[in-house]
């Protein structure tokens, strides 16, 4: 995990204020501590400032290999060949780099066991900005060209790693956290309507590219900028493409399988110990089962972390989005793996303690406690281990989560995890969210999405309805639990690694028929049938059940009473939108636990928090509503 930043004019000359421009580049990494608080370096040229912060890997007792492989990550990265030199910071590893070792020979003549960095800069050397396309990693990166005077921002192709943009005057600048570019002179935290709308409408989603204030962007998935003398241009160089699906039941399970091992392994860095979080179901267990044999024949044990909320037992409430408690089976997992296994137990005043940490995590309202939850479990893990490898994606992928499953889902054109306007709208006054038009906002986010779905010509209604859907949940909710695991785990000093969202398995799945993702109508049977064999039948075929949440209603009267707090508070941003009468109303009834107004998990006392959530943001950004 690290943190990137600088800043970019064609023409203006930074040497010229050569003690500034070092005071802002420490200042940005500063910022970005969170990301990386074990090392540092910075890169000041007439027209470019870069500056690197990065969280080692090493674990407590390194040997003398591991201290030799964290050095070589020492950024920024430098190279040169013939009359070009570059300099590169970068956030993010490479599955690929092997490969890429050969490949890029030539231009890595005369390095040592070069780390991800120098290996990323000699594919520039090699192929120019299209290197990318080689690229297997998650990263964002910054490529200074000085003798053509560009800088190339790259993000990876499902956008695990972040990196946001704007402009101060005609300085271009760049961040993997909004925060950084907050602190330079004329970038200020602005919202307008549209910004209110991604909050109220669409949140804790948000429009991709969208940084949710006013005039700061996000590099989108798959995408790179080009910024030059010229101008900026926003280029992609990935995407989804829609082909005929050719491999028979057996083929596909078998590549899948394959797929999804080879992911894993990649992620496996044999210098530096890692862990698993596990759940006991399907996804994290099968990635935990391929873990443990992998390392097994290095002779070491896996490490597994599992969570849960105290007294769960007596509070749990089964529903059909979650049905069972995850420690039975987490339990049987343990046994099976062998593990060296520790099981996490968050309170509810942990959780409620932890709204305003995972809001400045992120720099803007997030999942409530969904997410404040993630942030207390990662600094537990943290402590022991640096890097961590997790199940997410897979629902998005394989088919999941209840929407891909019931017919109502392909005839509704809305967001399926957000489909009642009415919840979001509880606590609003009437006028403000008449003057926003929520809905008409989310429809026209929806639409757009919808449009650019990469469709395959003759295929039936219901399959491109199918496509559509399976691109929302890839560029909208997918997109959203990737940002948590990242902003949540660099604020618990980990490493998050998702195999799931290896490109080459979105790729593939993508064109793989519904028929065989769900065969026989059981939700990713695909990915239970490339699992045959890692796992018990019993965790294989186990109904799926989400990231856990509490049902504690001691929970629920703390945000209630932090809300009451808050409206007694003349001072308190978030007034002028909420209606005072209906909040009371709302505070005063049962909360409902059974109606989600995002995704599975965010109901009544996740609203509140929500709200807390967003009055602290207001307050502590010092947000100007335009």
Request: glycine fraction near 6%; charge should be negative.
């Amino acid at each position: 995990m690290s943190g990137i930043a600088g800043f970019y004019h064609p023409e203006k000359n930074f040497m010229k204020r050569e003690e500034a421009s070092h005071r802002q580049l420490r200042l940005f990494q500063r910022r970005l501590q969170g990301r990386g608080p074990d090392d540092d370096g910075t890169y000041l040229s007439a027209h470019c400032g870069l500056v690197h912060s990065r969280l080692s890997s090493l674990p407590p007792d390194p040997d003398k290999a591991a201290v030799l492989a964290d050095r070589r990550e020492h950024q920024p990265a430098f190279l040169r060949r013939g009359d070009v030199s570059c300099a590169l910071v970068m956030d993010g590893e490479l599955y690929n780099k092997k490969e890429l070792e050969q490949e890029f020979a030539a231009a890595l003549e005369g390095t040592d066991r070069p780390g991800d960095a120098m290996v990323m800069l000699a594919g520039y050397l090699t192929l120019g900005a299209d290197f990318i396309r080689k690229v297997n990693g998650v990263f964002s990166a910054a490529v200074y060209d000085r003798q053509s005077n560009i800088l190339l921002l790259y993000r990876d192709r499902l956008g695990v790693r972040p990196l946001f943009f704007t402009s101060a005057g005609e300085d271009v600048l760049f961040a993997s956290e909004i925060k950084a570019l907050l602190s330079y002179p004329g970038v200020t935290a602005r919202l307008d309507r549209d910004g209110l709308n991604e909050i109220f409408a669409l949140g804790p989603a948000r429009t991709p590219g969208k940084g949710v204030f006013l005039d700061i962007e996000e590099i989108r998935p798959g995408h790179f900028l080009r910024i030059s003398p010229e101008g900026v241009k926003d280029l992609t160089y990935w995407q989804l493409e829609s082909l005929p699906h050719e491999d028979s039941q057996a083929e596909t399970v078998e590549k899948t399988a394959f797929l999804i091992q080879d992911a894993v392994r990649r992620q496996l860095k044999p210098e530096f110990p890692v862990c698993t979080f596990l759940s006991g179901g399907v996804d994290s267990s099968l990635v935990s089962a391929i873990c443990a044999a992998e390392l097994k024949k290095q002779n070491r044990r896996l490490t597994t972390f599992s969570f849960e909320f105290q007294d769960s037992e007596k509070f749990f409430r089964p529903s059909s989005c979650q049905p069972s408690l995850d420690a039975p089976y987490v339990r049987k997992m343990v046994q099976f793996l062998d593990s060296d296994h520790s099981i996490l137990t968050c309170t509810s005043r942990d959780q409620f303690d932890a709204l305003n940490a995972s809001v400045e995590a992120h720099d803007l309202p997030c999942m409530a406690d969904v997410d404040s939850s993630m942030l207390f479990f990662c600094r537990q893990v943290g402590v022991r281990c640096r890097a961590a490898l997790t199940g997410e994606c897979a629902d998005e992928i394989f088919g999941g989560y209840p929407w891909f499953h019931r017919p109502e889902f392909l005839k509704t054109r809305a967001f399926p995890w957000s489909l009642d306007p009415d919840a979001r709208k509880a606590l609003l006054k009437d006028d403000f969210a008449a003057e926003l038009n929520m809905e008409e906002y989310a429809a026209q986010a929806y639409e757009a999405s919808r449009a650019e779905t990469p469709l395959l010509p003759g295929e039936s209604q219901e399959q491109s309805e199918r496509r559509v859907l399976s691109y929302l949940n890839l560029r909208w909710f997918m997109q959203t639990l990737l940002n948590r695991m990242d902003r949540d785990a660099a604020a618990g000093r980990l490493t998050a690694r998702v195999p799931f969202a290896d490109y080459r398995i979105v790729e593939y799945l993508w064109n793989v028929p519904w028929e065989i993702r769900a065969k026989g109508g059981v939700a990713k049977a695909l990915l239970r049938e490339a699992g045959r064999g890692l796992l018990p039948d019993e965790i294989l075929f186990r109904k799926k059940s989400p990231y856990p949440k509490t049902y504690d209603t001691g929970y629920e009267a703390m945000v209630a009473g932090a809300l009451r707090r808050v409206l007694e508070d003349s001072s308190s941003p978030i007034l002028p939108f909420l209606d005072r009468e209906k909040t009371e109303k709302f505070l005063s009834g049962p909360a409902d636990y059974g109606r989600p107004w995002y995704g599975q998990l965010m109901a009544a006392p996740q609203m509140m928090a929500y709200i807390l959530q967003l009055n602290h943001w207001l307050k502590t950004y010092h947000v100007t509503i335009l």
